[in-house]
């Protein structure tokens, strides 16, 4: 368990649906992100955070996605009118960037243990 | 831009024996370089990382990565494999010069430990 959570695990919805999922990052990281991975692929870039500023997206977030992070904690991500090529793996994961007393963190993220999509 | 390439789909080795998971980037700038574990049905697992300093980075449950600028190279080693070793293993970088700070994945290699 890395300390980041993810809800729901598992979503299974009839394409043209919306869909919500929910991200718990680790309580003190300031970065979260969003990112899709399908079979036999790595993640892939879907958008990112820094406290509730969504800093960077992705091409491959469609018009149909949006992401929040209202208060700088957890965050969802939204698909509207799903479609079948939707389907994947949505990962989340969270990482400390920043400086203290000029030691810069170079942050690995720690990610959540995904939600799988499921558009039929 | 920034890319990640893990020539083998699946590696295979016997329990016990050394195992090398190989990695080539290409950045534009610094290169920061991961690896990352994933099990079945489970999230990424941090196992180390290459900033700056020594080449020979050591991670966890017994991993070390060494990196190679002039063959832009970081490949994920261990001395000896062990069965619980098997699982998907993702090499990523980002351009540690600023700009983006979003990391580059590789497809992911699977390794096989058999006993």
């Known amino acids: 368990d890395t300390g980041v959570s993810q809800d729901p695990r598992h979503k299974i919805t009839k394409r043209g649906q919306n869909v919500t999922f929910r991200c718990d990052p680790i309580?003190?990281?300031?970065?979260l992100y969003w990112y899709r991975q399908t079979l036999g692929q790595g993640p892939e870039f879907l958008t990112y955070f820094q406290n509730e500023a969504q800093l960077e997206k992705s091409r491959l977030l469609s018009d149909r996605f949006s992401a929040e992070r209202p208060k700088g904690s957890f965050s969802t991500l939204e698909i509207q009118r799903t479609e079948q090529g939707d389907s994947a793996m949505y990962l989340c994961?969270?990482?400390?960037?920043?400086?203290?007393?000029?030691?810069?963190?170079?942050?690995?993220?720690?990610f959540g243990p995904g939600t799988r999509l499921t558009v039929l | 831009a920034q890319s990640v390439a893990q020539p083998e789909d699946q590696v295979n080795v016997a329990e016990g024996n050394p195992l090398t998971v190989k990695c080539t980037y290409s950045?534009?700038?610094?290169?920061?370089l991961f690896w990352y574990v994933q099990y079945p049905n489970r999230g990424l697992q941090f196992l180390l990382k290459y900033i700056t300093g020594d080449n020979l980075v050591k991670g966890s449950y017994g991993f070390e990565a060494e990196f190679n600028k002039s063959q832009t190279s970081f490949h994920l080693k261990k001395p000896s494999a062990l069965v619980s070793d098997s699982a998907l293993y993702f090499c990523a970088v980002r351009d540690g010069s600023g700009g983006s700070y979003i990391p580059t994945f590789g497809r992911g290699t699977s390794l096989i430990v058999h006993p």
């Open positions: 994961a969270s990482s400390l960037a920043g400086s203290t007393s000029g030691v810069r963190y170079y942050n690995e993220q720690f």
């Open positions: 309580s003190e990281h300031n970065r």
């Open positions: 950045v534009s700038g610094n290169p920061y």
